[in-house]
């Protein structure tokens, strides 16, 4: 039988065939992504919109700009106006809530990012709290934060890295969650916190571990689907796992290899939980690049309300 994707019922048609082996099935977040930036691409044509996004970048964090560059690009891809802000390390808040506030009158802008980490002098939450609710199309605003904790995800723009999540949870197990046990390893704004209140949205009985947690892998063990988003390389072993449960790794974290070259890994060591899942994703190619495609969905939708209002 093959699963249809329900995240949203407006948008991804794509049906995927479950795995027929005891292979643990790698969902294969690059593949996925570009999938849905080819339906965002079709629905800009069809419908005949121009969604414009604005990335701002503060500073010259080498990672960020590579995440805003691929912003950018894809948003392209998509036929958006896509504009990119850069501005100096100096920057004041004052200079940077200007920005945003222009953004936030600008017609042709219907969504607004900020690229995270911001600089010291920076008040991340401040500047979040300045973009229009209808135009965050990181999901981070109170308002679509309210909005997804109370259970009203169609009114919200979901944050884009539990969104992309979810969509490939969806693709596992279903859009209904129910009788599932979901733990979610990690506390974050960004993902930890909407990941839970995603997943609880979905049916499944949640869990958060986080630093102080005691006896986490025990926890942990008891669950059917397990979303690791803590920062820690390699963190969730073996002892983690229950055999047959679903492992998505949020963590993208840098370090050197044997050789001293840098590799990138997650949170999950791959190599001795990926035997035990009945699907998995990997890193990198697993979450991150869901998150640009989510983002690139949250600006169309963001696009179609205001468009809808203004006419
Ligand atoms: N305003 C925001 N800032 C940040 C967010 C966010 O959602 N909104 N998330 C992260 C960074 N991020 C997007 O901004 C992001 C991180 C990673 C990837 C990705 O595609 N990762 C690749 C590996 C890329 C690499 O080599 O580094 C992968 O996992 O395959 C995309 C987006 C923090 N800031």
């Known amino acids: 039988m093959a699963v249809k994707l329900h995240l949203d019922t407006e948008f991804c048609s794509m049906t995927i065939a479950p795995s027929s082996s005891d292979k643990p099935r790698i969902l294969d977040g690059k593949r996925t992504a570009n999938a849905i930036t080819a339906e965002v691409r079709e629905a800009v044509e069809r419908e005949g919109l121009t969604p414009g996004l604005a990335v701002v970048l503060v500073g010259d964090d080498p990672a960020s700009q590579v995440y805003v560059r691929n912003k950018g690009r894809r948003a392209k891809a998509c036929g958006f106006l896509s504009r990119q802000y850069d501005l100096p390390a100096t920057t004041t808040q004052a200079e940077l809530l200007a920005l945003v506030e222009s953004l936030n009158g600008d017609s042709k802008i219907h969504g607004i990012l900020v690229q995270l980490p911001l600089p010291a002098q920076i008040d991340a939450d401040c500047v979040i709290q300045a973009i229009a609710p ?43 969650l129910s009788g599932k046990r979901a733990v979610v390893i990690g506390r974050s704004n ?46 969730v072993t073996a002892e983690w796992v229950k055999p047959g449960a679903v492992v998505i790794d949020v963590g993208i974290n840098r370090v050197e290899d044997d050789d001293g070259s840098a590799q990138l890994v997650g949170d999950v060591d791959f190599e001795v939980v990926a035997p035990l899942a009945s699907a998995i ?26 468009v809808a209002v203004s006419t």
Not at 141 to 165: D, E, F, M, Q, S
Not at 191 to 216: D, E
Not at 281 to 303: D, E, F, R, S, Y
Request: glycine residues 10%; charged residues 15%.
């Open 134 to 176: 209808d135009k965050d199309v990181d999901g981070f605003h109170y308002v679509n934060v309210g909005r997804l904790v109370t259970g009203a995800i169609g009114a919200a723009l979901l944050p884009c890295t539990p969104k992309g999540v979810m969509h490939l949870i969806e693709q596992a197990l279903g859009p209904d």
């Open 190 to 235: 960004i993902v930890g916190k909407p990941m839970a209140s995603l997943l609880l949205a979905h049916n499944a009985t949640v869990t958060v571990i986080h630093s102080r947690t005691p006896s986490p892998a025990e926890i942990c063990r008891q669950a059917d689907i397990v979303v690791a988003a803590v920062g820690v390389p390699g963190l």
């Open 281 to 306: 994703t990997p890193v990198p190619g697993g979450v991150g690049p869901m998150t640009i495609a989510m983002l690139m969905h949250n600006t169309l939708q963001a696009a179609r309300r205001q």
